[in-house]
């Protein structure tokens, strides 16, 4: 019987590489939008404290806007809220919150709302897996992923659409998801929770449309943030060969698609899924955990 294959990473190693875009580059880097776009709106942005959730939260603030952002680890949050204090001038708010609990979320959407006077648009950002050949998967393993990325945006999905009902306001909700068409080959759990937030949010623009709540996802290929940590070096040196413009994105060009789903051009965009991922749709798959031998004759795809 072969050993499961496990990377489990030590997201301390000072060995490896930071990868994702610097605080520096969140503050200076250009956009295609106007300054005040988002003006008088009011974001909150779950996983803010990182990648791309902390790169939207940059460019609302800088687009005007007022922005919530939580996630389980306080120091990320709160350097999170530091930096773009310092960069922009405004403070934005912060609460540590782990989605998988739906009361935690009861409350994070009540302080937020009563912060702001009303939430205009739920990015549900957070979320993430480990690479890992399925069939290996523990019960843990598979309940936290599933926990995570499906039952978490759901809390935060219906949460947010009971207020709006509640206070008789529109809605805006944003997910996002991962390019999961060909299937995520070693990311089944991850697969299978956001397919299922996809047909979720599609549903749902159905059915929330008479409160005036719009939903829809956004569906990122290879993004560098600094969640690549959660993945082994030798798999990471293929990423970029994933689609056929040989590249990986970053976390401002989810942030821009973010900030156009927020903004009034989107008002007539429901239930939609927006793929961002260079063409790898119709490419190839990428093996997160290391590539089988079975599928490597012939060298490296
Ligand atoms: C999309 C995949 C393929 C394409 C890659 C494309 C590029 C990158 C895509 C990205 O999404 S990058 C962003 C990645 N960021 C994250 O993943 C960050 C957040 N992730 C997490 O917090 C975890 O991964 C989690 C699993 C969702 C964590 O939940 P929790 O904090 O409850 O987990 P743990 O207590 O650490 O573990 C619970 C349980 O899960 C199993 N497990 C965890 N890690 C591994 C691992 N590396 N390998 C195998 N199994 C793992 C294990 O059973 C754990 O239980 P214990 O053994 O610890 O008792
Ligand atoms: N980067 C990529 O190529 C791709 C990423 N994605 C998805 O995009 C999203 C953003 O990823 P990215 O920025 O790359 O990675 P990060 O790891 O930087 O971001 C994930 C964020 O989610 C937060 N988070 C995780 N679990 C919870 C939880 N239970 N409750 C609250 N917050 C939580 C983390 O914060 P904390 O640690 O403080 O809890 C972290 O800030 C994730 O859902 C990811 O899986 C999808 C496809 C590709």
């Known amino acids: ?53 902390k790169a939207a939260a940059f460019l609302a603030v800088r ?7 939580c996630g389980r680890d306080v120091e ?62 523990t019960r843990k393993g598979w309940l936290a992923v599933i926990d995570t990325n499906l039952n978490g945006t759901w809390w935060m999905m219906q949460e ?14 944003i997910n996002i998801v991962a390019n999961v068409e060909r299937g995520m080959p070693q990311a089944a759990h991850t697969c299978a929770a956001r397919a299922g937030v996809i047909y979720l949010s599609k549903t749902l623009a159905t059915e929330w449309a008479p ?4 939903i829809n996802c956004i569906g990122p290929g290879v993004i560098e943030t600094e969640g690549f940590a959660m993945y082994p070096e030798e798999a990471l040196a293929r990423f970029h060969q994933a689609n056929p413009m040989k590249m990986r994105g970053d976390a401002w060009d989810v942030a821009e698609a973010i900030a156009y789903f927020a903004s009034p051009a989107a008002r007539f965009i429901n239930g939609d899924l927006m793929i961002l991922d260079g063409g790898q749709a119709q490419w190839g798959v990428i093996w997160p955990g290391g590539m089988p031998d079975y599928f490597n004759e012939g060298g490296a795809a």
């Open 76 to 137: 990320k949050l709160e350097r999170t809220r530091d930096v773009i204090a310092k960069e922009t001038g405004k403070e934005i708010f912060i609460q540590t919150t782990t989605i998988r609990d739906p009361e935690a979320v009861e409350e994070l959407i009540g302080s937020v709302h009563d912060k702001f006077g009303g939430i205009n648009t739920v990015v549900n950002n957070a979320g993430g897996q480990f690479p890992q050949d399925a069939i290996d998967f």
């Open 160 to 173: 947010a659409a009971k207020r709006w009902r509640t206070d008789g306001k529109p809605g805006n909700i």
């Open 1 to 53: 019987m072969t050993a499961p294959k496990i990377f489990r990473p030590d997201l301390n190693d000072p060995t490896r590489p930071k990868r994702g875009l610097t605080e520096q580059d969140l503050a200076e880097k250009a956009t295609v939008y106007r300054p005040d776009l988002l003006d008088g709106q009011t974001l909150l942005i779950t996983g803010g404290g990182s990648g791309m959730g």
């Open 211 to 214: 409160f005036n709540i719009r």
């Open 63 to 69: 687009l005007g806007a007022n922005v919530a952002i």
